[in-house]
């Protein structure tokens, strides 16, 4: 493409391919394609009349060539090199250079066995005619001539050879054959104008060809350009709606781990609760057994207060820090009752809690005083004693039960023991542990439990 370019005159294009093709050979390491395009822009730049430039390309075309001796060739483009390289240096006032030049490119031969050689010749009688050698010049011309007329090589170096021959014979006072040579030109340059016809239509052709292949170039950059576009917007496309596939999955398997865990703790409240409803229906069966009406009246209106509680708040989490307090008072005036003031017991809030709106776990503090009284105190062979204290500790509610019970090694021994052929069973703190590691791991709250052995 660049040499279309090249042969309609469009040089900014055509070194724009030239160099982009230069970039591509150099780093494909074709020494041979190299060589070829730095002649080109030579050529090219000579015709801009960028001698300078022209010449430093040949340079490197020559370069090359001496460098990569597997270059087909050689020594054809040996002379070529120097020729055009010549030639630059004769447009830029560098007789001597362009005349050690075309000599080496002629390699010492007198007899021309080609196009170049021909041209070489023509640059010859350029060079001795401004050094008025003009016999020297006329031997040259004669011989470029004499080839391009067998060869028929109808270009614009045969007219350049004839009107050089004809300053030649003019300069050397030869007229007549001066003007011999002007009669031949005229037949050339009819020949050459024929020529030139041809090349122009051939022009024409080529731009044709070559404003088509821009064009679908452009249309194919165009349809490349839109299939980018629609795979990166189908790419987003699904990209986003993995993202929210896998966010709606994710969140229903956040939801149905947190109804799981809601349902455990439901179940651990439903397993709690009957296990303190059947300790407290014991005392009373142990009330009406002893015939104490007044007493089982009395006992059982504060647990049916209490079982309506549980009942309210079987299917809260958490309940008011008051209401909760309240059920707990409840449950230690039952329990005072049922072991007959065994125990003594009291209740302390720290002034800051009063003023608060708190939620706690419901039933969470009932099995650990439960557990107080039934291992612990009821064990005891003298008066038992209960703390129920409730203060703040930066951010946190801190509940601490304190009583003078046997001991948790003690009591252990005594519910390892048989009672009618049963063991013991203890659920209400394992069940309260779980649940709040359960409220833990869903996030509800921070919460931990420790039990410390008094010396």
């Not at 028929?152 to 007549?176: D, G, N, T």
């Not at 204290?389 to 019970?405: H, P, Q």
Request: charged share 25%; hydrophobic share 40%.
């Amino acid at each position: 493409m660049a040499d279309s370019y090249t042969f309609m005159n469009d040089h900014k294009r055509a070194e724009e391919h030239f160099r982009k093709a230069l970039s591509f050979y150099i780093n494909d390491k074709d020494h041979d394609a190299v060589m070829r395009i730095y002649i080109s822009l030579g050529e090219l730049r000579e015709q801009q009349n960028g001698h300078i430039d022209a010449i430093n390309y040949f340079r490197k075309a020559l370069t090359v060539l001496e460098q990569h001796k597997e270059i087909p060739y050689r020594e054809h483009f040996f002379s070529y090199i120097r020729m055009v390289w010549a030639k630059s240096s004769f447009n830029d006032g560098q007789f001597h250079t362009a005349y050690n030049l075309y000599s080496k490119a002629l390699n010492n031969e007198t007899v021309v066995g080609g196009s170049v050689d021909a041209a070489c010749m023509v640059g010859l009688g350029e060079v001795h005619i401004k050094n008025k050698n003009y016999s020297e010049a006329v031997n040259c011309l004669e011989k470029a001539t004499s080839y391009f007329e067998e060869k028929k090589y109808y270009k614009p170096v045969m007219v350049k050879a004839y009107v050089k021959l004809i300053e030649a014979y003019e300069l050397s006072h030869s007229f007549e054959k001066a003007d011999a040579n002007w009669r031949r030109l005229s037949i050339v340059k009819d020949s050459a104008s024929a020529r030139q016809q041809r090349k122009e239509l051939n022009e024409l052709n080529i731009r044709y060809e070559l404003d088509q292949n821009e064009k679908q170039i452009i249309q194919y950059e165009t349809e490349q350009k839109y299939i980018a576009v629609i795979f990166i917007f189908l790419s987003g496309l699904l990209l986003i709606t993995f993202f929210f596939v896998w966010l709606f999955v994710s969140r229903q398997r956040i939801n149905y781990l947190s109804e799981k865990r809601e349902l455990e703790m439901i179940a651990m409240r439903a397993q709690m609760n009957p296990h303190f409803i059947f300790n407290c229906l014991n005392s009373i069966n142990d009330f009406i057994i002893k015939s104490e009406r007044e007493l089982s009246s009395n006992y059982l209106a504060k647990f049916a207060k209490l079982i309506r509680y549980i009942l309210n708040n079987s299917r809260t989490t958490f309940v008011m820090f008051e209401n909760e307090l309240n059920a707990l008072r409840l449950y230690l005036e039952l329990e005072s009752m049922r072991f007959e003031g065994k125990f003594n017991y009291q209740v302390v809030i720290a002034p800051e809690i009063e003023s608060l709106e708190l939620e706690i776990p419901s039933m969470i503090v009932q099995p650990y005083i439960e557990n107080s009284i039934w291992h612990g105190i009821q064990h005891l062979a003298g008066q038992g004693n209960l703390l129920l204290n409730f203060k703040l500790k930066g951010r946190y509610l801190v509940c601490t039960i304190e009583d003078n019970g046997i001991g948790r090694p003690a009591s252990s021994n005594l519910t390892s023991s048989k009672k009618n052929g049963k063991m013991v069973e203890v659920h209400g703190t394992q069940i309260a542990q779980e649940r709040l590691n359960q409220m833990v791991k869903i996030g509800y709250l921070r919460a931990g439990i420790r039990i410390v052995e008094s010396a």
